[in-house]
């Protein structure tokens, strides 16, 4: 299983971006896909996160900035970010918790997509 992410770049504050992780290869399923960043020295963290049926999880300092939404039928998570701040610039990863085809559990992560927020 692979895990494409885009959309990241160079943007002002206060500006916008859409990222977009989509997920191929075999697996029988999907569940919890989510995006986690890292600043340079800083651990990794997590931004949001949402479930197969649409539940989500955001951190609280992108509460209301941030939207995590996916479209199961393609397999991609969405990650809209608005009102971006310098802190926002990092590294962001998107991951998934899959099912393969022996119906294990096994959790992915893409490549990484650098966002930077220029004041």
């Known amino acids: 299983v692979q895990l494409q992410a885009s959309g990241g770049g160079l943007v002002q504050v206060g500006g916008s971006l859409r990222l977009s992780c989509a997920a191929s290869?075999?697996?029988?399923?999907?569940?919890?896909m989510g995006w986690y960043r890292q600043a340079p020295g800083k651990q990794r963290e997590l931004v949001a996160a949402?479930?197969?049926?649409?539940?989500?999880n955001v951190a609280d300092s992108v509460q209301g900035r941030f939207a995590i939404s996916r479209d199961n039928a393609k397999n991609t998570v969405f990650l809209q970010m608005n009102s971006l701040k310098p802190e926002d610039t990092a590294v962001y990863y998107c991951?998934?918790?899959?099912?393969?085809?022996?119906?294990?559990?096994?959790?992915?992560w893409g490549q990484g997509t650098q966002v930077t927020v220029s004041s």
């Open positions: 290869g075999s697996f029988v399923g999907l569940n919890e």
């Open positions: 991951n998934a918790g899959t099912i393969n085809k022996n119906y294990k559990y096994v959790e992915v």
């Open positions: 949402i479930s197969s049926g649409g539940a989500t």
